[in-house]
């Protein structure tokens, strides 16, 4: 899109302009994967905290004045590099990520050497491991079909209500079973 910052990535990189960027793991206005390839793209002081929740779910208390991790870190920042104030931002870690139900997890740059791929597998079908994970391909293929559109009666909540309480609050959204569709 021309638009998109990543259009305007050499001009950022040219004026050596930084850049703080906050995102959250749900957001599907901002997604995550886009942030993190603009994120690796930029040659200039930059900062990234990756949040739980919705769009702008993590920023909400900083919004009515209530001190949080987002915008202490924006005050900060923006203190540092416009009033040239030592806030001790630069010396934190570069990238955060929240993780539910831990502290908030440190690396030093991204992509992260922390970070690696894991291949999982579904178990073979018509077996006692059906469905389970597994580490290595049982060579069996098959396909399922999922009907939808229609109501189930199975939801996530209420939209983006929802998702910003499951993520900001140990309490997971349930759905009654025996009074689900089985269609």
């Known amino acids: ?48 905290d990756l949040n739980l929740g919705v769009h702008a779910s993590a920023e909400l ?3 009515i004045g209530i001190s949080n991790y987002v915008w202490d870190n924006v005050h900060d920042w923006f203190d540092f590099w416009l009033k040239g104030i030592d806030t001790g931002i630069m010396q934190r870690p570069p990238v955060t990520m929240a993780v539910k139900g831990a502290s ?11 970070i690696h791929t894991k291949s999982w597998y579904l178990g073979k079908r018509g077996s006692d491991t059906a469905g389970s994970l597994r580490r290595a391909y049982q060579g069996a293929s098959g396909s399922d079909e999922i009907a939808s559109g229609l109501f189930s009666g199975i939801s996530t909540g209420v939209p983006v209500i ?20 089985p269609a």
């Open 61 to 63: 208390g900083g919004l």
């Open 104 to 114: 908030r997890e440190n690396l030093e740059n991204w992509p992260s050497t922390k």
């Open 1 to 48: 899109s021309p638009r998109s910052p990543v259009s305007f990535i050499s001009n950022i990189n040219a004026r050596n302009t930084p850049v703080y960027i906050s995102n959250n793991f749900q957001d599907e206005i901002f997604q995550p994967n886009a942030i993190l390839d603009l994120y690796s793209r930029l040659q200039v002081p930059k900062r990234l």
């Open 162 to 181: 929802g998702a910003t309480f499951k993520a900001l609050t140990p309490i997971e959204i349930q759905s009654w079973l025996p009074g689900t569709d």
